[in-house]
Every structure is written in structure tokens, then in C-alpha cells.
RNA sequence: GGCGCUGUAGCCAAGUGGCUAAGGCAGCGGAUUGCAAAUCCGCCACCGUGGGUUCGACUCCCACCAGCGCCUCCA
């Protein structure tokens, strides 16, 4: 039974959906202003892994992850850089686009624009004029608060003692926490015709109209960053909830945020600190703000993706992450066992794992009584991944069994000897490839191991190098069996100072590049 | 000031009202190995502080301390 944590009720609820067996998922996607930091990546990560979970619990999954490319910011950037905002735009979704694939994010049915979303979020801002929860002025549309009896119910706030946004915008609004459904366009600002007059979107509208585009007015997953909870969230469900008098999403999940936590000082609380013009502590914090926030682009290149993807896995979702280099270096360590269990495999087996066929729902991996000790221990250690993941979808946990389950499998390897070729009796290699399929099955679940990481070539391959190395393992073999033990040291050593690792096994020396 | 989150081993991080408190990194023993590497086995936590509830709390409640988020169009 599968339960959720939603932000509405502060309680983890049974996951229950609209219509039985499908889930429509709404992630609150990027402001494509700015090439995307490894923030950017928390969301699309964690959500990609519920939706492969979800899937793999039997549901139909249709995920929705909008790309905001209208915007103050993007306005503003624009000017900044003398380029026009369209351009711009495409040029930031095409930089996420390529973030979130390496990721392994690729499981996103909608990537719908905010600008090719117009007529339905101006006829969302009308609709609500219409049914008197908005009016407009001068140009802009605002939302009145005051006729929403259920405003702040999201994220606990009393209506008064909101500040609202300020600005010139400010003496428009009947009330300070007023918020803009449409902004009317200043001259050569980007402008779309409405009724009101040229302009464009307030910052949450879109959602609420794309959302009920594509997925309807009620669905079932509304996720994001906890800082969307206030205002955006809030506002979407005031607009949506007045709009249709139902209910826009049965469970709000938020995401923690990543936080530079070994870059940057301490960032005390506003009220309690003056921050006497701590320019660089405001800054610091939260890893959208921090200058350290280098683009993702750039973290690409001195991590393997998959090690950034478990990275972001290895806590709960809902806890903030402590961002550091070290801590991903870490985890790229203790990743090094599930790779090195995967040549072990194909050694052994002569199967290729990633060809390997794997369940790809819990339904379909059932295991009878009586498959031996292995499979056994193996089916218990899946039980607890599944006990995890339903808990709130805890990935945390799941990793623990993958840790376990080839512990279990390596063991199995060592306890038969089958690195020995004359050990490798069928019956055996049954059972180490069925125990292998589970791991590969529930590390699907997860988004993990899908795909062969590139080997990076360190060398031209033209086929030299692998002939020199046999010659060098061939060479070695002879001086050891002759228990000339100083030359076959004598090469192995001279190797691992260039990188090139040796590795005796039973069936003979294996060489890597490091 | 308002709303809220967090505090578990050297570091990261799950979890539970009572059985030996996951897993990872680092470290230390051992098996294996000619020696290594890898693998396996073992060791390493009185769960922020002080109270309270309870037969019993790390787990529930209160207070305090520390860190953090939002209340300002940040994912």
C-alpha cells in the first residue's frame, strides 16, 4: 500500500488516485532565463524516479513539466544581453533539456511553453472575472484574494498579516495580497493581445491553465521546490479551486531544497540577523542564489551523471541535500562496487547486463516458494526496497537494499566460486542471473543502472592498446609461474603509476584504465 | 514578528513506543591472494540538552539550545 506525503494535510495519505490506475502529475518546471544549476535538477530527478515507481506499481503515469518562458526575469535577462527573449528562452530549454536528459530524466510525456499556452490562460483569467474572483485595472488582472474563503491553506497563512507584492503595481490592487493573472506590457516589453489590453501572464496562471489543459481540473500529483509552496502553489490552487469549485490536485509533494552547505557561510534568519549589508551571506543559503551555483553543464563534466542521479536519490526527498563535490565524489566511491558486481556478471554469466531481461512491474516479478536460499534472501531484500518506496516514496532506504542485494549476489559468486569456469555449473548460474534480474528490476524502479556508462577513452582505440596489454598480461603470467614475483610486481606496478590497473582472478588477469 | 523544517557513529544518511537502530564513505581486524586489487566476514552510535507521559521512548508531549526554509515572481 503505497502512501504519500501531502503538504494540504501535513499527513502521509493511501495513495488513491482520480480514476483507478492512472496518475496525472504536474512538476512546476523551469524559468528558462538562465543555463540550469544542479537545483534545477532535484525536482525532475526525484519526480522522474516516483513516476518510474508508479509505473512500476501498475499505474499508467502521465507526466507534465512546464517550461515558464515568459517572465520579468526572462525580460530582464533579455535586455541584459541584447538578445531577443524568444531566443533566449529557447536557448536556456535547450540547456535543461540536455541537463535533465543526462540526468536520465526521460520519462516526461508534456513539456507544454507558457507562451503557446496564451488563449487558455487568458480565457482562465476571464473565467475568473466572470465568476467574480478577479477583476481587472488598468491593464492588469488581479485575483481578489478576499473572495477566496480558503486562501492560505496550503501553506497556513492568515490573509492579513500578508505583505503582498509591492512595486508600482501596488496601488491597483484592492487588496496587498492581490496577485497578478495578467501583467499589462510597458512599451517594448513582449506583449500578447488580451482583452485587458497587451501584456502577458502573471507568474502562476500558466500553471493552472496547463495543468487543466493537459491533465484535467483535478488530478493527482501536484509536485515542486518547497519554496513554491508560498505564493505560487497557493495562488494556482486559489485560481484553479474558484475557477472550477473543485479541488486541483489530491496530493501537493515538495521537494527540499539543495543547499550549498560547504561554499558558502552561515545564513542567519532575516528577522533575527539585520544582515548589515551581508551581501554575500543574502546571496549564500539556498544554491539558487549562491554565486557557487555554476551551471549544471559544468558539474557534467567532472561527474559522471549517474553519480549526481544517486546522489540526489540517497536522501528523502522531502529532506534539504547538503551540496558538496565531496559528497558526490563519495558517492561515485561506493558506486564503484554496483559497476564492478556488473562486469562480474557478464564475466561470469557471458551475459551483458544492460541487455539483460529484467520485470518492469512488481506484479509480473513473482517468485515461487522453493527457489533456493539465494532467491529467498534475494525476494526478502525486494520486500524491503518495496516497503521503502512505499513509504513516501523513500529512496533512501530503497538504496540500502541495492547495497544489500549485491552483497548477497557477490557472496553467492564467492561461495560457488564461480569466477572459476569449472565451477560454473547451470543450475548455478540460473540462480545468480535470476538474483541479478531482481537487482536489475528494482534499480529500474529507481531510474538506476539502466544504461552502460561511456567509457571514457583515455586512449586511441585502434585495437594497439589491447594487443600491448595481453602482451604485458601474457609476460606477467610467465615471470609468475616461474615465481619470478619481483618482475610480475615490476609490471604491475609500472601499470597502476600510468593508470592501468591489474586484476588476478581464476580465469585470468583482467586490466582497466583508472 | 508569523508559518514551518531539521538535529541519529569521524562524515553522509534510513528508521522504529519494547526484539541485534538500515545502508554508504572513511578507519580497524580477519578470510582469500605469491603479494595486491576486488569480494566476503567482523568491529566502530548510550539517536542535540532538560523535563514530562508510559510498565517501557531515540521514537509521543513540553521547554530550551543549535542549524535552516518561507513570509520578497527562486526548483
Not at 551571506?281 to 544554491?287: L, P
Request: hydrophobic content about 35%.
Amino acid at each position: 500500500m503505497l502512501r504519500v506525503y501531502n503538504t494540504l494535510t501535513k499527513t502521509k495519505e493511501p495513495f488513491e488516485t482520480v480514476e483507478p490506475g492512472r496518475v496525472g502529475m504536474y512538476l512546476c518546471g523551469p524559468t528558462v532565463y538562465k543555463p540550469s544549476h544542479i537545483g534545477h535538477m532535484v525536482g525532475p530527478v526525484i519526480f522522474d524516479a516516483i513516476k518510474r515507481y508508479l509505473v512500476y506499481s501498475g499505474y499508467q503515469v502521465t507526466w507534465v513539466v512546464n517550461i515558464t518562458d515568459v517572465d520579468d526575469k526572462l525580460i530582464n535577462e533579455s535586455n541584459a544581453r541584447g538578445m531577443p527573449m524568444a531566443k533566449l528562452a529557447e536557448e536556456m530549454t535547450a540547456d535543461y533539456m540536455r541537463n535533465i536528459t543526462a540526468m536520465g530524466v526521460d520519462a516526461i510525456d508534456h513539456f507544454p511553453r507558457c507562451t503557446a499556452t496564451m488563449p487558455e490562460i487568458i480565457r482562465f483569467a476571464q473565467d475568473l472575472i466572470d465568476k467574480g474572483f478577479a477583476y481587472a485595472a488598468k491593464g492588469d488582472v488581479y485575483f481578489d484574494v478576499s473572495k477566496d474563503k480558503d486562501y492560505g491553506k496550503l501553506s497556513r497563512r492568515e490573509l492579513e498579516a500578508m505583505q503582498g507584492e509591492g512595486g508600482g503595481m501596488a496601488e491597483r490592487k484592492r487588496n496587498a495580497a492581490d496577485f497578478a493573472l495578467w501583467k499589462s506590457a510597458k512599451p517594448g516589453e513582449p506583449a500578447w493581445d488580451s482583452p485587458w489590453g497587451p501584456g502577458r501572464p502573471g507568474w502562476h496562471i500558466e500553471c493552472s491553465a496547463m495543468s487543466k489543459k493537459i491533465l484535467g481540473e483535478t488530478f493527482d500529483i501536484h509536485g515542486g521546490g518547497l519554496d513554491l509552496v508560498f505564493p505560487h502553489h497557493e495562488n494556482e490552487i486559489a485560481q484553479s479551486e474558484c475557477c472550477h469549485g473543485r479541488p486541483m490536485a489530491r496530493y501537493w509533494m515538495h521537494n527540499g531544497l539543495m543547499q550549498a552547505s560547504d561554499e558558502v557561510g552561515k545564513l542567519g534568519g532575516r528577522s533575527t540577523k539585520p544582515m548589515e549589508g551581508d551581501l554575500a551571506a543574502q546571496e549564500a543559503g539556498k544554491i539558487s542564489k549562491s554565486k557557487g551555483s555554476a551551471p549544471f553543464s559544468e558539474l557534467l563534466k567532472r561527474f559522471p551523471a549517474e553519480a549526481i542521479r544517486f546522489f540526489l536519490l540517497s536522501t528523502h526527498y522531502r529532506r534539504p541535500i547538503d551540496y558538496s563535490e565531496a559528497r558526490i565524489a563519495e558517492v561515485q566511491t561506493g558506486m564503484e562496487t554496483f559497476y564492478r558486481f556488473l562486469k562480474r556478471f557478464e564475466r561470469i554469466s557471458g551475459e551483458s547486463f544492460y541487455a539483460l531481461d529484467a520485470p518492469r512491474t512488481r506484479k509480473a516479478s513473482d517468485f515461487g516458494p522453493g527457489d533456493g536460499p539465494l532467491l529467498q534472501a534475494v525476494v526478502a531484500e525486494r520486500e524491503k526496497f518495496l516497503e521503502a518506496m512505499d513509504d513516501d516514496f523513500n529512496t533512501g532506504g530503497g538504496i540500502a537494499s541495492l547495497f544489500d542485494l549485491v552483497r548477497l549476489l557477490n557472496k553467492y559468486a564467492d561461495d560457488e566460486k564461480l569466477e572459476d569456469p569449472a565451477k560454473r555449473e547451470p543450475a548455478k548460474l540460473h540462480q545468480l542471473k535470476r538474483g541479478t534480474q531482481v537487482f536489475k528490476e528494482i534499480a529500474g524502479a529507481l531510474g538506476l543502472f539502466r544504461k552502460p556508462v561511456e567509457e571514457k577513452s583515455t586512449v586511441a582505440d585502434d585495437g594497439l592498446t589491447a594487443k600491448l596489454m595481453s602482451l604485458l598480461i601474457e609476460l606477467r603470467a610467465e615471470a609468475r609461474k616461474k615465481k619470478d614475483f619481483a618482475a610480475a610486481d615490476r609490471i604491475r606496478n609500472g601499470l597502476a603509476e600510468i593508470g592501468v590497473i591489474l586484476e588476478d582472478r581464476p580465469s585470468g588477469t583482467e586490466w582497466s584504465a583508472k
